[in-house]
């Protein structure tokens, strides 16, 4: 029997960060978001989290708050009764009015309340693969040596914002690089992945990648400033193109024109969340395509759900989830940690209340 939430709490969190985070033009110096959580008689029943990131989304966490201090009835309806992501896709907490972040949020929650977290834990090793991210701004070489040292299979590093040429000689070197042995740990080849965040034109992209071997480059992340040039891009270098951005405006169920791109990156807080992001899953997996989760410097209550999501659904695909390693602390107990280049997947968490305060409740 689906028991239903006597009510739903919202928390907000201030996180301070370990490492400088870069958004778009600025630095975060913390990271701000919301908790649901969904209650019963018997305690916490579904946790999502609410966090837009400046910089990335329209919205704001302040506009979030207003949104759900306003929601009509029947979303509030559909909220206490979880069992609805369960039996049908489109609930009301699903509908294109709410924010991206905030569908997110409460489909998260609603989906673990019912039953569906569990679901996709059931007779699973739950550790999925994370990409290593590679940040550092003096030494980027020796911050990927030592991803792959710690045990990581992927990194991903990112392109299009510094001298072309001191970005390229990185990529080179990246592709030269043997991983070193770990104990325990066996097929330490490893596969690098790079994000241009539309950084180039087709032209300035073409010559960034002259003569370069890309055999060892899983895909390239949407590098052009015009996603229709990434056809011809594709044909001239040979190399693999992953859209993330231009997801936005397509819809995975009338035929999207993703042209030769042969991966996906999956950013559920931008997508609107479970349902739609269930509907990509579907169309990779249809089409022959890969697909990879990615969180926007979210807590460890998305992280965890992006884990099981991906252990459920995406096995043995490196996941964008490093950003953990950015937050100084985390919103539920035990910490979501990456270790050895894996996140564990705790079945159950309780909420860290030392980073968190009640905002309201129902």
Partial sequence: MNRQPRNIRFWRYELPRRRIIKVGRGLMESRCGLIVQLIDESGTVGLGEIAPLPGLHGESLDDCIRQLADLPTATRDALNDPSAVSHRRDPAWDDDSLYPSVRNGLGMACAEAGAKLDSMLSNREMVVPV???????HDPLQEAVGLLQSGFTTLKVKVGRKDPSEERELIDQLLELEAPAVPGIENRSFRLRL??????????????????N??????????????QD???FVQKTGLRIALD??????NPNSDPPIGRATALVLKPAVLGGFGVVMDWIRYARQNGIVASLSSCYESGVA????????????????????????????TVRPTMVVERGMLRVHRHVALNLDVLREVFCW
Avoid at 131 to 137: D, F, I, M, S, Y
Avoid at 200 to 207: E, Q, T, V
Wanted: net charge negative; hydrophobic share 45%.
């Fill in 131 to 137: 990409a290593g991210l590679v940040t550092a701004r």
């Fill in 195 to 212: 994000d241009g965040n539309r950084a180039w034109s087709l032209d300035d992209a073409l010559r960034f990648f002259d003569g370069l």
């Fill in 214 to 227: 890309g055999d060892r480059i899983e895909y390239l992340e949407e590098p052009l400033r015009c996603p």
């Fill in 230 to 232: 990434h056809d011809v």
């Fill in 245 to 250: 951005e231009t997801l936005v405006d397509l």
């Fill in 303 to 330: 992280a965890r759900f992006y884990a099981a999501l991906a252990c459920d659904q995406l096995a043995g695909s490196a996941q964008g989830l490093d950003t953990l390693k950015f937050l100084a602390a985390d």
